[in-house]
């Protein structure tokens, strides 16, 4: 297990986000990504038993969209540190689980499945 500070974790994050191809990071408009330490309970109810959330997408997929969509707010990717940071041992491990859970999410985002992403590497 590694740990960061709240400040240098959000860094990261930012870090990551900064790492993404442009023509990537536009199509992320009314996206917010958020850190928690854990999941809520809520969320950990529904999961199988031992399974460690790292990420959760929450809104409207780009497939779900129709004309009607807007004045929504937005979609929240929310990046759960202290699981993260349970199967970090360094900080390059910290940048590369959130880069992995991150895009995981977005895949998400884009209406990709957990099937989808597992199948191209997600």
């Known amino acids: 297990m590694f740990e960061t500070s709240?400040?240098?974790f959000e860094q990261i994050v930012a870090d990551v986000i900064e790492s993404l191809p442009e023509a990537f990071r536009e199509k992320l408009d009314n996206v917010e990504v958020v850190v928690e330490d854990y999941p809520p309970r809520e969320i950990l109810r529904r999961?199988?038993?031992?399974?460690?959330?790292?990420?959760?997408?929450?809104?409207?997929?780009?497939k779900r969209r129709t004309t009607r969509?807007?004045?929504?707010l937005p979609d929240k990717?929310?990046?759960?540190?202290?699981?993260?940071?349970?199967?970090?041992?360094?900080?390059?491990?910290?940048?590369?689980?959130?880069?992995?859970?991150?895009?995981?999410?977005?895949?998400?985002?884009?209406?990709?499945?957990?099937?989808?992403?597992?199948?191209?590497?997600?």
């Open 47 to 62: 999961l199988p038993r031992g399974r460690l959330l790292l990420g959760l997408y929450q809104g409207v997929p780009h």
């Open 77 to 122: 990717i929310t990046l759960f540190k202290k699981n993260i940071e349970s199967i970090s041992h360094s900080s390059a491990d910290i940048f590369k689980n959130i880069r992995r859970t991150l895009l995981h999410e977005i895949g998400h985002h884009f209406s990709l499945s957990d099937k989808d992403l597992r199948d191209i590497g997600w």
């Open 6 to 8: 709240y400040e240098e």
């Open 69 to 72: 969509y807007g004045l929504v």
